[in-house]
């Protein structure tokens, strides 16, 4: 790891305090340089790198992070980086080659299972056992990530395990009293699954509830239609 993990208490609080910050997207370059005064330099470009990559500055992000693992290759947050510049690029094999080091040097860095479930689903497809089994690791590693649980949701659905589906969107829609554009497609993604179950009044409620509140949402009014001949 790098030098950092093998710092006080103190320290490492701080970092894994940032580090979630960055994974949710609320610190900025500025924001990091004012708060880690006591990190050390080539941590602090590595968490730099990340807010770089997720801001959509591949090729700036992709050299510094380079940089960075050429003198220090377990830095967690430099392979971070890398990783979600090589998806971005669509690369997923060498995306997943850096996270399977990045899982040996730190396996809860934030945010890094899911991302490593959705490599995985790219390189091996729905099907493949493994990558429910990701997405069961990264779900079980941050229960509050709702983007992990509607790809597992989709993943239910496209291997039509309608049932476990259906649970999954309800949970959705329960936990996201805070995010109107994912219940929306948690109900609308219900209402089909409930279509296919064969239960038409559930599945009525629920696209009426998608066009009060999203009139134009795709497809949902050729839904409504079909539901209601």
């Not at 770089?52 to 700036?60: T, V």
């Not at 299972?113 to 490599?119: F, P």
Request: glycine share 4%.
């Amino acid at each position: 790891m790098c030098s950092l993990d093998k710092t006080g208490d103190v320290r490492s609080d701080l970092l894994s305090h940032i580090r979630e910050r960055v994974a949710k997207g609320v610190i900025s370059r500025e924001d990091l340089v004012l708060e880690s005064a006591v990190i050390p330099y080539d941590i602090r470009c590595g968490i730099e790198a990340v807010i770089l990559a997720q801001s959509g500055q591949i090729d700036q992000a992709l050299t510094e992070a380079n940089r960075i693992l050429s003198d220090h290759p377990n830095c967690p947050d430099a392979l971070f980086a890398k990783i979600i510049c090589l998806s971005m690029l669509q690369q997923w094999s060498k995306a997943l080659v850096v996270s399977d080091v990045l899982y040996g040097v730190m396996c809860d860095y934030p945010n890094s299972l899911w991302l490593r479930a959705g490599i995985l689903r790219q390189v091996d497809g729905d099907t493949d056992p493994k990558v429910l089994a990701a997405y069961n690791s990264a779900i079980l590693d941050d229960g509050s990530n709702l983007y992990a649980r509607m790809e597992r949701a989709d993943i239910y659905r496209s291997t039509q395990n309608y049932a476990d589906a259906k649970e999954e969107f309800v949970e959705i829609i329960k936990l996201s009293t805070e995010d109107e554009e994912i219940r929306t497609e948690a109900q609308f993604k219900l209402a089909c699954t409930e279509l296919v179950l064969g239960n038409m009044d559930a599945a009525r409620a629920l696209i009426t509830a998608v066009l009060d509140t999203a009139p134009d949402y795709p497809d949902a009014a050729d839904l409504y239609t079909l539901l209601n001949p």
